[in-house]
């Protein structure tokens, strides 16, 4: 196991722990309930950085669980466990008059958001934002393509050479129904890549670069979830 790994229990005790110490009331009336458990499930439409293509084509459903330490009626920090997929689905060959999208990056995540949630009311119906981060850990890569690619570009077999570990900042917003039921838009972009030829020496990297036309690939994906909070 990581360090970052072994962190996460660690984040979990502090938010459960920090609550107690607490604001416990808010405009005379006590909060019955510091720590919210909840289910998440939903989809995500990602690409990446460095491919030479733009566009969120890939689709990825996405669940796991989440908690979050209430600090005052209006401001949580919360702490999730997701399972979902990254990468980027694109077409080999620009030239065809309907663009196939026959080229697939499928990048399997288990990730770990962290973030602080203000909402606008106090009470139910409200809108809510949510800034923060996560660390993800890549437990699966795919990559297919065509064996003859007409965009210079060559992705397949590098499976084994992508970053296992991910850096992002997120940002998002939502809306909570009821006390239990909500939904979330979410934007999030990775802050480390997870393919980079700049570690390597000058001309390594440029014969990478002429040989697969790519020097670094880099996660970004927009996500909606709906959540039932216990």
């Known amino acids: 196991?990581?360090?970052?790994?072994?962190?996460?229990?660690?984040f979990c005790l502090f938010l459960f722990v920090l609550p107690q110490h607490a604001d416990a009331q808010r405009r005379g009336k006590r909060i019955k309930q510091r720590f919210r458990a909840s289910l998440i499930t939903g989809f995500n439409l990602s690409q990446m950085d460095g491919d030479n293509y733009n566009g969120f084509d890939k689709f990825n459903p996405?669940?796991?669980?989440?908690?979050?330490?209430?600090?005052?009626?209006?401001?949580?920090?919360g702490i999730e466990l997701l399972y979902h997929n990254k990468g980027a689905r694109t077409e080999s060959d620009p030239r065809r008059l309907l663009n196939t999208k026959d080229r697939l990056v499928d990048l399997s995540y288990v990730e770990v958001p962290i973030y602080f949630r203000h909402n606008r009311r106090e009470?139910?119906?409200?809108?809510?934002?949510?800034?923060?981060?996560a660390f993800a850990r890549l437990i699966d890569a795919k990559i297919d393509e065509p064996a003859v690619v007409q965009d210079g570009l060559i992705?397949?077999?590098l499976e084994n050479d992508l970053q296992?570990?991910?850096?992002?900042?997120?940002?998002?917003?939502?809306?909570q129904f009821t006390e239990h039921i909500g939904a979330r838009f979410r934007y999030s972009f990775a802050l480390t890549r997870v393919y980079n030829t700049a570690d390597l020496s000058e001309e390594a990297a440029l014969q990478i670069e002429q040989e697969r036309g790519v020097m670094q690939l880099?996660?970004?994906?927009?996500?909606?979830?709906?959540?039932?909070?216990?």
């Open 1 to 10: 196991m990581t360090t970052s790994l072994k962190l996460i229990p660690l």
């Open 62 to 77: 996405q669940f796991g669980i989440g908690g979050t330490a209430v600090i005052n009626r209006q401001s949580e920090i």
């Open 123 to 133: 009470t139910f119906p409200t809108v809510y934002f949510e800034g923060g981060g």
């Open 155 to 157: 992705l397949s077999g």
């Open 164 to 175: 296992e570990n991910e850096l992002s900042l997120l940002l998002g917003i939502g809306y």
């Open 218 to 230: 880099r996660n970004y994906y927009i996500s909606l979830a709906a959540f039932y909070r216990f």
